[in-house]
């Protein structure tokens, strides 16, 4: 069996740039039969046309990058976030939108011990989904220890103190249910056991959407958090191209322990 674990630069997202890119240079051709002389619009769309097309090579090269065939740069990410999980693999380890399995599949190979559970909305946007998962961990060899479910980041589906240990990677950012995106870290820490190993990796440095880090650290220390360290600008420590880099600025990591 072979695996899919998709793109996190998916391919409908890529259907959509190539549309648009295609329907600018449509206009753009029509717009010169049409009127036969060169003026500001056709330069406005001749423009729009060209900065569409860079788009679309832009994303499509740091699609390779990020591929777990091509560049692997996922994959990097994954062990990144695993190997700062201050846990010893005992027990049960939740991801938070586990999309096509990828990274509780890696939680499942670098802690042969653990039972993993990964929980999804799977929006179509994503073509994700849990068969896709299901097929992903047993041609890993791992599906006797992994279980997928849909659930929602805004409200799990698991009674308080739950599990030993929690992950999330780059998923907070993408949760259509709750606003503030702060709450999303405290549900995920909500169903973490006292003691239990933690590591959030998003878009943190986006103040817009996440505000004073260091704030909100302090806030979780108040809340009982014993553990609890920001490391910003991962991007810079994990290996990548600089042009993906330049997409990635500003992630960072919440990781400790409850």
């Excluded at 240079?25 to 046309?49: E, G, H, K, N, Q």
């Excluded at 569409?52 to 994303?59: D, K, P, Q, R, S």
């Excluded at 991801?95 to 990274?103: F, I, P, R």
């Excluded at 849909?150 to 698991?158: E, M, P, R």
Aim: proline residues 4%; hydrophobic residues 45%.
């Amino acid at each position: 069996m072979k695996t899919n674990y998709g793109n996190w630069i998916s391919t409908p997202m890529m259907k959509t740039l190539v549309w648009i890119a295609g329907g600018l240079y449509v206009l753009t051709t029509l717009y010169a039969l049409i009127y036969d002389r060169v003026t500001a619009p056709f330069f406005i769309l001749a423009i729009l046309s060209f900065v569409a097309t860079v788009v679309v090579l832009y994303m499509y090269y740091c699609r390779r990058v990020f591929d777990f065939e091509g560049g692997g740069l996922m994959r990097r990410i994954h062990s990144y976030l695993l190997d700062r999980l201050p846990w010893d693999g005992i027990g049960n380890i939740l991801e938070v939108g586990c999309g096509s399995g990828a990274l509780s599949i890696a939680a499942a190979k670098h802690f042969p011990l653990a039972e993993i559970h990964g929980i999804d909305y799977w929006p179509p946007m994503w073509n994700y989904g849990q068969a896709q998962c299901e097929a992903n961990a047993a041609a890993e060899g791992v599906a006797d220890r992994c279980t997928f479910r849909h659930g929602d980041a805004a409200k799990l589906d698991f009674p308080d103190n739950h599990f030993d240990a929690v992950v999330s990677n780059f998923v907070f950012h993408e949760v259509r249910t709750q606003k503030d995106k702060f709450m999303l870290v405290e549900e995920a820490l909500r169903v973490l056991k006292k003691g239990g190993a933690f590591a959030l990796h998003d878009t943190f440095g986006n103040k817009d959407m996440y505000g004073d880090m260091d704030e909100f650290v302090a806030y979780l220390r108040e809340k009982g958090i014993a553990d609890i360290s920001y490391l910003p600008n991962t991007e810079r420590n994990i290996p990548m191209p600089a042009p993906v880099r330049f997409m990635m600025r500003g992630i960072g990591m919440l990781y400790g322990a409850k």
